[in-house]
């Protein structure tokens, strides 16, 4: 990602979701929940890089912060490569920039939280426009949708679907997208909780 070094004032302005059943506030959940998840995300990080080093691994910050583009992208449906939410997608990319050129911890966990509620409030405006019947056999769906294909159902079958309620739900599994956005789908996959409804 090209760091673009204009971080949106009118973006980190908006700091309190609107949660009304038509319009729902992702940019003001982006940035409000980038605080709130902090400690979520940080000890999920600590989890794993405890566990590399058990296993006797090295942690190489700069070549981890080199992964997180392509592991954010990968996380997306493909209809959203484009970013449905370009000035949140602007500060998500200075982040993963900052990591790139400090190679330390503190700079890795803020692109992982920044990516992991980037994914987030793209997953949740996504669900909350798709039946899943309409993307259950698309291959190029996210695999985190995949994995919580059967609770997405159940909710779309308990209620009308609202935004806000999408949001909740996706925000139920922070910590596991933290992870697959650190490691990677087929490593993090692990760390995807059950989401109860």
């Known amino acids: 990602m ?8 009118k973006a980190k302005s908006a700091t ?8 729902f ?6 940035y409000s929940g980038e605080d709130s998840v902090r400690d979520d995300v940080q000890d999920m990080l600590r989890l794993i890089v405890a566990s590399k080093r058990e ?40 982040t993963l920039g900052d990591a790139e050129e400090d190679c330390s911890m503190e700079t ?12 987030t409030i793209c997953l949740s405006l996504y669900i ?26 159940q909710l779309w079958a308990q209620r009308r679907m609202k935004k806000n309620q999408t949001f909740e ?5 922070i910590p596991g997208i933290a992870a697959v956005v650190c490691l990677g789908y087929a490593d ?4 995807l909780k059950p989401i109860i409804l």
């Open 2 to 9: 090209e760091k673009a070094r204009t971080p949106s004032s």
């Open 16 to 23: 309190k979701p609107n949660t009304s059943d038509n319009d």
């Open 25 to 30: 506030d992702y940019i003001g959940a982006y």
């Open 55 to 94: 296993q006797g691994e090295d942690v190489n910050w700069e070549e981890w912060a080199s992964q997180l583009e392509h592991s954010i992208l990968s996380l997306l449906p493909s209809q959203y490569v484009e970013s449905p939410f370009p000035e949140v997608f602007s500060d998500v990319a200075n």
């Open 108 to 119: 890795f966990v803020r692109a992982v939280r920044a990516g992991t509620m980037y994914v």
């Open 128 to 153: 909350s426009l798709r039946h899943p019947s309409m993307w259950e056999h698309d291959d190029d769906v996210s695999p985190v949708l995949q994995h919580y294909l059967p609770e997405i159902k």
């Open 169 to 173: 739900f996706m925000e139920g599994a």
């Open 188 to 191: 993090g996959k692990r760390h």
